[in-house]
């Protein structure tokens, strides 16, 4: 079973800066298979998609975070180390972040952040940002 740990998260005033990172392992299969993605959750809203980076390397943003934020991912003694750099933090960005990867090659193949096509899920970890 995929395992995922987000980290990273916290609080901060708006305009402000933070990096998530996702620390993945235990992968069924190899690990260059797996899309990886960004969500998150905000209270009384559905999970949405941030984020994804799909296993040829494709990047796709949700219009809200483009330009802002960066999804970008290394692999390092067998562990697939997922980030989200977040830069001008607005305050609509406050939510629970959550990493997730998926053996789809193209899951935004839609145009869609769709987060029934990840099957694997982090915990997740707290955003907040302040105005």
């Known amino acids: 079973q995929v395992q995922l740990v987000e980290s990273g998260g916290g609080s901060v005033q708006a305009g402000g800066s933070l990096r998530l990172s996702c620390a993945a392992s235990r992968f069924t299969y190899s690990m260059g298979w797996y899309s990886m993605g960004w969500f998150r959750q905000a209270p009384g809203k559905e999970r949405e998609g941030v984020a994804i980076?799909?296993?040829?390397?494709?990047?796709?943003?949700d219009d809200s975070v483009k330009g802002r934020f960066t999804i970008s991912r290394d692999i390092a003694k067998s562990i697939l180390y997922l980030y989200l750099q977040m830069n001008s933090l607005k305050p609509e960005d406050t939510a629970i972040y959550y990493c997730?990867?998926?053996?789809?090659?193209?899951?935004?193949?839609?145009?869609?952040?769709?987060?029934?096509?990840?099957?694997?899920w982090g915990q997740g970890t707290q955003v907040t940002v302040s105005s």
């Open positions: 980076i799909d296993r040829d390397d494709n990047t796709r943003y």
């Open positions: 997730a990867a998926s053996l789809l090659r193209r899951p935004s193949s839609t145009g869609l952040l769709d987060p029934t096509k990840f099957p694997y």
